[in-house]
């Protein structure tokens, strides 16, 4: 909780409204740890500069976002403009491995009331409402296309590959998935080039 609160307030002080990129559910070593989306114990304290005893273990999705975050300009420009969250902000494991909110069809059934509602809360935040972005192209896009009919509120989804997906089976085309995500974040702040 120390942590979150550090984070929130060093990030998001102030009324300004943000494009918001929602991802799929808290993994373990992620967000699982620090309750931060995509922000594993080692980002947290190497590039947002905020110390924890949360341990030194990596997550491959938290690699990915912080790559494309200094790539942007690093955390504290990024975070000025966006705000990552979780479609479902419970995380989930089925023995000892994450498990995906849309992986079990009563899992979904389940929680599906407790999304609304959380979805709704989380967009209320100040979510600028020209667009989502969708953090995975598959089932997480589906059912947030889903959402945002019955909420009504973004007027276009934007999605991208997951960061699990590309660091795991397409690390060599790395590079091009970071110039994809930069620019579609570029394209909401008018910033031309790249900071790599």
């Known amino acids: 909780m120390e942590c979150v609160k550090t984070f929130y307030t060093k990030?998001?002080?102030d009324q300004r409204k943000r494009i918001f990129l929602f991802g799929i559910n808290p993994g373990r070593f992620g967000s699982g740890l620090t309750g931060i989306s995509f922000t594993d114990?080692?980002?947290l304290r190497e590039k947002c500069g905020i110390e924890n005893q949360l341990g030194n273990k990596k997550e491959l999705s938290s690699e990915f976002i912080y790559?494309?975050?200094d790539a942007y300009g690093g955390a504290e420009k990024f975070y000025k403009d966006f705000f990552i969250t979780a479609v479902c902000p419970l995380g989930f494991m089925k023995g000892d491995k994450n498990f995906n909110y849309y992986?079990?069809?009563k899992l979904m059934l389940a929680?599906?009331?407790f999304i609304q509602e959380t979805f709704s809360q989380q967009i209320e935040l100040g979510a600028r409402k020209e667009a989502l972005i969708c953090i995975g192209?598959?089932?997480n896009r589906k059912f947030?296309?889903?959402l945002n009919q019955q909420v009504g509120y973004f007027d276009k989804i934007i999605s991208l590959e997951h960061p699990r997906f590309i660091m795991q089976y397409k690390r060599k085309k790395l590079d091009s998935y970071i110039d994809q995500y930069l620019s579609v974040l570029n394209s909401f702040t008018g910033v031309a080039g790249l900071n790599r």
Do not use: K
Request: charge should be negative; charged fraction near 20%.
């Open 11 to 13: 990030y998001f002080s």
């Open 41 to 43: 114990p080692v980002a």
């Open 67 to 69: 790559r494309v975050i």
């Open 103 to 105: 992986d079990d069809m």
């Open 111 to 113: 929680v599906t009331p």
């Open 137 to 139: 192209s598959g089932q």
């Open 144 to 146: 947030i296309e889903l």
